[in-house]
């Protein structure tokens, strides 16, 4: 839906290569790479926020979504080492766990029928059978006939066709007639194969992992993309991973939302050895997001990862989405987050009006369930 921006933005620096970027921006021009250099190098931060907000009223006039949702993370044991996790275990960890369908199950009841969607994502585990994934869909499918289930990153669904010897799509559809809807972002971090081979060895390629995404949109599945910044990566390597991502959505518009995450290294083998992006550094990703991939719906602000506080000023620079209550976040808390685990519905909402949006419950697919005016 393309809506008329409520107000225009005016241009304070005049004759400067952001305010060509400006110019732009008001004429609906597509973004380039040099432009997004600009928007990265420039410290107008005014104009950036102004150029971001403006896109984002076109396409969601004043709305911010939110969902109540859950996360589940039905194991942390992961054949895999990448640099960048604190949450993976090797199986005989002590602290290594593999949920059942059953706790699955119970763990959602205790939300009633409150939840809008399941967020379901794990480690890389080897001992697991292809039935405990199409199970865990069909019972949930059963127990929450409405909730939309968004599980499975790329990298999972990789994974299951390599170790179940099946072909991406066979997984992908055995998955979607037992009930998952929607595939989450993870897994993208970095779109380019130097940096996957030094902090994510063992995991698939950049095409590998842009090529599971294509086969679900052809599958009518809807998926998110993330990428993963504040470690080893160049401006260069964002804009790169932002552009893969636009010509992929060129093709299929079958993303929905974009969600920069913000590496925590706490607990990993990067710690102490990069430099945690500050403040600033995080709206201007977004507003770049939000400025360079004009054929996404959405952009995500995710409050786990950039506080409760930048969040509310990032609906400022471009993002239209808060992600969701959660319940209780494990991944970024294992490498030091200090956000809450969860948040409640109310607080959500009063994050949302206090920006000066008006908040927009939804499910995991963009229904709206209810606006709060
Ligand atoms: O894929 C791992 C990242 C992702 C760390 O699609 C880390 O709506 C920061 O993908 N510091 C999982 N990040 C989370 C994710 C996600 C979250 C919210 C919404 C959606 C969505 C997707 O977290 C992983 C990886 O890229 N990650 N370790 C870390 N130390």
Known sequence: MTQKAEKDFSVSAEGTSLAFVAEKVKKGVRLDREDAHTLLSSNDIHLIGAMADYKKQQLSGRLVYFTVNKQINYTNICGVHCKVCAYAKGKHAKDAYTMSVEQIISELSAYGRE???VHIVGGLNPDLKFEYYVSMMREIRSRFP???IKAFTATEIGYF???YDREIKEV???LIDAGLNTMPGGGAELLIDGIRSELFKGKESKDEWLNTHRIAHSLGVKTNATMLYGHIETDDDIISHLDQLRSLQDETSGFLTF????FHAANTPLHNKVNTPTGIRKLKIIALSR????????IKAYWVMLSEGITQIALHFGADDIDGTIGQEKVTHAAGALTPVGLTNNKMISMIKDSGYIPAQRNGEY???RIYQ
Do not use: M, W
């Open 115 to 117: 939840l809008d969607e």
């Open 146 to 148: 409405s909730i939309t």
């Open 161 to 163: 066709a390599k170790l």
């Open 172 to 174: 992908l559809s055995r």
């Open 259 to 262: 969600v920069p995450l913000t």
């Open 291 to 298: 400025l360079y991939l004009d054929n996404f719906p959405h």
């Open 367 to 369: 229904k709206v369930i």
